[in-house]
């Protein structure tokens, strides 16, 4: 148990943590300790699946929670489901938000208050590229925000907030509050998933200057730098900036990120990128490449995200829009991101006037128009 105990405690130090996980398990397994086992199982599959070994990490913290929920080790159980589903979100996201359902309910059903925080904030976020998101308001209602302590009710308000602006809703109150909130925060990694969540907000508002600026802050932060620096280059694409999108891909790419959804999801913004730089032949291949990840992992916000910034770059004459556009319309009303379906529509006002002689770089409530060609 000290074995298991000291491999949890050393998990910043990886190679050590792992080391004593096996020490731990070579016994355990023999004595038929199976509570250790699951403990140990789930510790060394954290750290392998967030340091570079996802699929066996993966694995471990399969079996582990497995076992636990096999003899009725709440704690252990409910931590697997965590650690899984944040694990498994760059990897297969729809399995992701499962997972992460699976530990709300294990967590609620042993009474583990703080992991119960945990699980629905790393499942909100795997449910946000997923366009998965009826669930959420039940399960935000049920656990009354102002009753919870203050990081606990930040870190949960994130994720009302992102949906809420995804569906077009005000969002006025929540950014201030989450404004304030940051203003009290001293972690580093808390200020980072603060901007990052405004910065999506931003984003679905189309503010995009301030989603650049926002997301440019929490790529500051190693862990959510991935994050930050996709919407950075998203942003910057909806402002045809080809020199700021190509820079945050080049650092996103520095990072090194591991998992499909990320390779998936940086493909399709290149595409933007690339037309930018006048390359329409190769965004043509990029996006249609990008799309075809994203729908084969369940990506549907994602998806829909990048058709926008397609209609947004696209020559005048491309053929697709039409087909693209009215995708991009049904994946958005059908998981109910209103502000998204907004976008779609000034996109492509934005494409009728300057096909009409319009101002082709002017804007459309605040919107960015397609560039001339």
């Given at each position: 148990e000290l074995r298991s105990v000291l491999a949890r405690a050393l998990a910043d130090e990886p190679d050590?943590?792992?080391?004593?996980?096996?020490?731990?398990?070579?016994?355990?397994?023999?004595?038929?300790?199976?509570?250790?086992?699951?403990?140990?199982?789930?510790?060394?599959?954290?750290?392998?699946?967030?340091?570079?070994?996802?699929?066996?990490?993966?694995?471990?913290?399969?079996?582990g929670m497995r076992l636990a929920e096999t003899r009725g080790f709440g704690l252990v159980a409910g931590r697997a489901a965590n650690n899984l589903c944040a694990a498994l979100s760059v990897e297969d996201p729809r399995q992701a938000v499962a997972v992460g359902r699976r530990g709300i309910e294990l967590a609620r059903r042993y009474g583990l208050q703080g992991l119960l925080v945990g699980s629905l904030s790393n499942a909100i976020e795997a449910a946000l590229g997923v366009g998965d998101w009826d669930w959420i308001d039940p399960e935000l209602d049920a656990l009354q925000l102002g009753d919870l302590e203050r990081a606990d009710h930040v870190g949960l308000l994130v994720g009302r907030a992102e949906i809420d602006a995804m569906r077009g809703g005000a969002t006025a109150a929540f950014v201030a509050e989450l404004e304030e909130a940051r203003s009290g925060?001293?972690?580093?990694?808390?200020?980072?998933?603060?901007?990052?969540?405004?910065?999506?907000?931003?984003?679905?508002?189309?503010?995009f200057e301030d989603a650049?600026?926002?997301?440019?802050?929490?790529?500051?932060?190693?862990l959510n730098a991935p994050q930050g620096l996709r919407i950075a280059a998203r942003s910057a694409v909806r402002l045809l900036d080809a020199e700021r999108a190509r820079n945050a891909l080049e650092r996103l790419a520095a990072l090194g990120a591991v998992g499909t959804a990320n390779t998936a999801a940086s493909r399709a913004i290149d595409g933007g990128v690339l037309a930018l730089e006048g390359r329409w032949g190769e965004a043509t291949v990029a996006f249609r490449d990008g799309w075809a990840r994203l729908r084969e992992l369940g990506l549907e916000h994602e998806l829909g995200a990048s058709m926008v910034d397609f209609l947004a770059v696209a020559p005048p004459a491309e053929p697709s829009v039409d087909d693209v556009a009215a995708e991009a319309r049904e994946i958005f009303g059908r998981i109910g991101a209103r502000a998204w379906l907004a976008q779609v529509e000034d996109v492509l006002a934005a494409r009728s006037d300057a096909a009409s002689g319009g101002a082709p770089r002017g804007t459309r409530r605040g919107r960015p128009a397609v560039p001339a060609g």
């Open positions: 050590e943590a792992v080391a004593w996980a096996d020490r731990t398990l070579w016994d355990s397994e023999r004595l038929g300790l199976d509570a250790v086992t699951a403990d140990a199982l789930v510790t060394k599959g954290s750290i392998l699946a967030f340091r570079g070994r996802p699929h066996e990490g993966v694995a471990l913290l399969e079996a925060l001293s972690d580093p990694v808390a200020i980072a998933a603060v901007a990052a969540a405004i910065a999506l907000i931003r984003l679905a508002e189309a503010r650049f600026a926002e997301a440019t802050t929490a790529a500051g932060d190693p």
